[in-house]
């Protein structure tokens, strides 16, 4: 059945897509001293105007798909890539969305412009149809950008989160042989996790054969943080090193009666300096107080 409206719809996508292959150039010379590609693109402009291009040509494929509105149409994928990695960039400076975004905005005017020029008549309705059609694509585009935007911001954060957990996770050399992870904190999965991966690695990177675990400023320990810190445990000894835990308070050894959680396999001392006289004592060093030392402390 013949539906007019179809039928404008996928010519003016046509008329759309043949103007974006006709003017590259000029639009992507236009665009080059946008704000979006100009702050990225700061040393050379003709890096620019290749970026704006590849985007073009994108956005003619997704002229010809007749899915403007979509922002899966084939042709974003390309323009996901392209200005992606340009608002993740704008966004590590400090850009926020909201202004990538209008700044994306900002692309649809010049683009429009040209294309009414296309036109004899520029409020004719083939000309209104094909303007629509490019108005569309462009807020899709946007839509595209803002989305890949948000999503490579969430990414930053969780990196920056993973970033810190290990900067707060630190692997201590107490002696040679001797490591120590001093704990402070919540322990959560993610957070245990690093915990176990740093000190296996430090155990073979050192040869070490005691590993220290203080929780000392490990506010409250759940059945969870229990459980891991049994399964670094376990893995620390499969890598040929013995494990001690130390700072066990008081208030959580009441908690991990309560819970019934059985760390009777696990080798415990009250402080971390317990810990590393045991595993010295089992090496056969035998730390003991200066003369003088012990003679001005009386």
């Known amino acids: 059945m013949y539906v007019p409206e179809q039928d404008a719809a996928g010519s003016a996508a046509q008329l759309v897509s043949s103007f974006l292959e006709r003017r590259r ?14 702050s990225v693109f700061t040393l050379s402009r003709d890096e620019a105007v290749e970026a704006c291009k590849a985007v073009v040509d994108a ?54 412009e040209l294309l009414r020029r296309e036109f004899p008549e520029p409020h004719c309705a083939e000309a ?12 899709t585009l946007r839509l595209v950008v803002m989305e890949t935007t948000l999503s490579e911001g969430e990414d930053l954060i969780e990196r920056q989160r993973l970033q810190l957990i290990e900067a707060a996770t630190p692997v201590i050399s107490l002696w040679e042989g001797t490591v120590a992870v001093p ?12 915990v176990m991966e740093s ?3 430090a155990i073979v990177d050192q040869r070490a054969r005691y590993a220290i675990l203080d929780i000392t400023g490990v506010p409250t320990v759940d059945s ?10 376990a893995a620390a000894r499969l890598m040929g090193a013995e494990c001690i835990v ?16 059985d760390l009777g396999s696990v080798l415990t001392r009250a402080s971390l300096a317990d810990a590393l006289a045991y595993a010295l004592g089992r090496q056969g060093i035998e730390v003991t107080a200066r003369a003088d030392a012990a003679a001005s402390a009386r």
């Not at 150039?25 to 100009?38: G, H, K, S």
């Not at 704990?183 to 690093?194: E, F, N």
């Not at 969870?224 to 445990?233: D, F, G, S």
């Open 25 to 38: 150039e000029q639009i992507a010379q236009r665009w080059a001293d946008a704000p979006l590609f100009r």
């Open 59 to 112: 956005l003619s494929d997704v002229a010809v798909s007749g899915r403007p509105e979509h922002i899966g149409a084939p042709g974003f994928t390309t323009v996901r890539e392209q200005l992606g990695r340009m608002a993740a960039t704008r966004a590590r400076t400090g850009s926020t969305p909201a202004q990538i975004a209008d700044e994306v905005a900002a692309l649809r005017e010049p683009a429009v």
């Open 128 to 139: 209104q149809e094909s303007v629509l059609t490019l108005t569309l694509i462009m807020g």
């Open 183 to 194: 704990l402070i904190g919540t322990l959560d999965s993610a957070r245990s996790q690093v």
């Open 199 to 201: 000190l296996l690695e």
């Open 224 to 233: 969870l943080v229990a459980q891991h810190l049994m399964k670094t445990v």
């Open 246 to 261: 130390s700072g066990i308070r008081p208030a959580i050894a009441q908690t991990i009666v309560q819970l019934g959680i």
